[in-house]
């Protein structure tokens, strides 16, 4: 039994967590006869019968339909979406039967083996009786400085097929709030649920915009330096306003009653508020 790794062992992980890195974040096209390969062995390895057909998405999406254009069953995306396997993003735990097999000597793990072949040379596949059907990787994968997803001139992750994926600091948002942030809409941002997504409409649209849209009027401001906060009250379209900027650039609005009419009363009022029937409407935090 293996109790402890050896000081060697340990100082081979920087080595296999740059490596899975770039397996779970290559955007090489797909090596569809090493797929086919690969597969083959994994049916055999579950004591399955390999199937005889296999097939090519560009996508996650252009899988769907062509899973779906395969059957004469009615099946929803859901289901054929949840049924796929990850291919290399798989790379979290097949990196772990990787170090285990060649720096420890742990030979459970060789059955994986195939399943780490995919991983180098596909996307997400799915695995059918008659049939097997192979992703293409993503073309471009773009992130910020704390490795979230993340462009804000195009799409975080794009596909060759044209199939993308839009994303702000992770937060998964439309292609209208990363390219055309101007055509959105008060009603939009003011009914959007999500507090995080509203936020990145409200900074993607401009505060200024918005103040100026929602016929905002200041009837308050003050540097908080309890705080370290600077803050105004304004009256708008919307209702009261508080809005607060801090010192690590976030900035964020709260719904006030009518009745205030400082900044001082409005904080006053958001900290000690106990009136179930009055709820602090946030419309927006960054």
Same mark, same amino acid.
């Given at each position: 039994?293996?109790?402890?790794?050896?000081?060697?062992?340990?100082?081979?992980?920087?080595?296999?967590?740059?490596?899975?890195?770039?397996?779970?974040?290559?955007?090489?096209?797909?090596?569809?006869?090493?797929?086919?390969?690969?597969?083959?062995?994994?049916?055999?390895?579950?004591?399955?019968?390999?199937?005889?057909?296999?097939?090519?998405?560009?996508?996650?999406?252009?899988?769907?339909?062509?899973?779906?254009?395969?059957?004469?069953?009615?099946?929803?995306?859901?289901?054929?979406?949840?049924?796929?396997?990850?291919?290399?993003?798989?790379?979290?735990?097949?990196?772990?039967?990787?170090?285990?097999?060649?720096?420890?000597?742990?030979?459970?793990?060789?059955? !994986?083996? #195939?399943?780490? @072949?995919?991983?180098?040379?596909? +996307?997400?596949?799915?695995?059918?009786?008659? &049939?097997?059907?192979? *992703?293409?990787?993503?073309?471009?994968?773009?992130?910020?400085?704390?490795?979230?997803?993340?462009?804000?001139?195009?799409?975080?992750?794009?596909?060759?097929?044209?199939?993308?994926?839009?994303?702000?600091?992770?937060?998964?948002?439309?292609?209208?709030?990363?390219?055309?942030?101007?055509?959105?809409?008060?009603?939009?941002?003011?009914?959007?649920?999500?507090?995080?997504?509203?936020?990145?409409?409200?900074?993607?649209?401009?505060?200024?915009?918005?103040?100026?849209?929602?016929?905002?009027?200041?009837?308050?401001?003050?540097?908080?330096?309890?705080?370290?906060?600077?803050?105004?009250?304004?009256?708008?379209?919307?209702?009261?306003?508080?809005? !607060?900027? #801090?010192?690590? @650039?976030?900035?964020?609005?709260? +719904?006030?009653?009518?009745?205030?009419?400082? &900044?001082?009363?409005? *904080?006053?009022?958001?900290?000690?508020?106990?009136?179930?029937?009055?709820?602090?409407?946030?419309?927006?935090?960054?």
């Amino acid at each position: 039994m293996i109790e402890k790794l050896t000081p060697e062992q340990e100082a081979k992980f920087p080595e296999y967590v740059e490596k899975w890195l770039s397996v779970g974040l290559s955007t090489e096209p797909i090596d569809f006869e090493k797929c086919k390969k690969y597969a083959i062995e994994a049916y055999e390895n579950a004591e399955l019968t390999p199937p005889k057909k296999f097939y090519m998405a560009e996508s996650p999406m252009s899988a769907i339909k062509l899973i779906k254009s395969l059957t004469n069953e009615e099946v929803s995306e859901s289901s054929i979406f949840n049924e796929m396997m990850y291919g290399n993003h798989d790379a979290s735990w097949l990196s772990f039967c990787d170090f285990m097999v060649n720096e420890v000597g742990v030979t459970d793990c060789e059955r !994986v083996d #195939c399943l780490i @072949g995919l991983a180098h040379h596909c +996307g997400w596949w799915s695995a059918y009786e008659e &049939c097997a059907v192979f *992703q293409d990787r993503p073309k471009e994968i773009h992130f910020d400085e704390e490795k979230l997803l993340h462009n804000e001139s195009g799409p975080a992750i794009s596909y060759r097929d044209g199939f993308s994926i839009w994303s702000i600091h992770g937060k998964r948002v439309t292609e209208q709030i990363v390219m055309r942030p101007e055509t959105l809409t008060l009603n939009q941002i003011d009914s959007e649920s999500d507090l995080d997504l509203r936020a990145i409409m409200l900074e993607r649209y401009g505060w200024e915009n918005y103040l100026e849209d929602t016929n905002a009027e200041c009837l308050d401001y003050r540097d908080n330096l309890i705080e370290n906060t600077k803050e105004a009250l304004y009256i708008s379209d919307n209702g009261n306003r508080m809005v !607060v900027s #801090c010192p690590t @650039g976030r900035v964020f609005s709260l +719904g006030v009653p009518e009745d205030i009419k400082t &900044c001082e009363e409005a *904080q006053v009022w958001l900290g000690n508020d106990t009136d179930s029937e009055v709820k602090i409407n946030v419309i927006a935090r960054t």
